[in-house]
């Protein structure tokens, strides 16, 4: 009995690992930040579809960490971009992964003025479904 429970295991650690080994060739991290691109890579609750929707994600929510080089109508088009991919996004994968995704783009101080700023544009944006186009985007 407990060789079965050692071979499980060994194999489910095994069979874990290389999935963490093999998603970055199946993934395009280009574009990602290293520390959220090992983030996304390491965390067992991804999965490869998973992975690869928050990488595109992540390389649109990457523009609000210069928002602060904008100007206003610039910031607003981001604002407007941002909402626009987190609904694209949130129709493929769970707000959870996304937040848990935001969190690690966003953990610096001064990251997360940008995000707050860009976050208070994007409540001034009126959204409906209708009006966004997801064709293609994730």
């Known amino acids: 009995m407990k060789k079965r429970v050692c071979f499980f295991f060994i194999l489910s650690t095994t069979a874990l690992s290389s999935c963490q080994l093999i998603s970055p ?3 395009d991290y280009n574009g990602v930040r290293r520390d959220v691109a090992t983030y996304i890579n390491s965390n067992l609750l991804f999965s490869l579809k998973d992975r690869e929707i928050l990488v595109n994600y992540t390389k649109g929510q990457q523009k609000i960490l210069t928002a602060d080089r904008l100007g206003p109508t610039a910031q607003q088009n981001l604002a407007l971009e941002r909402a626009e991919g987190r609904y694209c996004a949130s129709q493929h994968i769970s707000l959870k ?3 848990l995704v935001d969190h ?9 003025a940008n995000w707050q700023h860009i976050q208070k544009l994007q409540m001034q944006i009126n959204l409906t479904p209708e009006n966004i ?3 293609g985007k994730f």
């Not at 690690?104 to 997360?112: G, K, M």
């Open 25 to 27: 060739m199946i993934t």
């Open 133 to 135: 186009n997801c064709e």
């Open 97 to 99: 992964k996304l937040n």
């Open 104 to 112: 690690q783009i966003f953990a610096l101080p001064e990251h997360q």
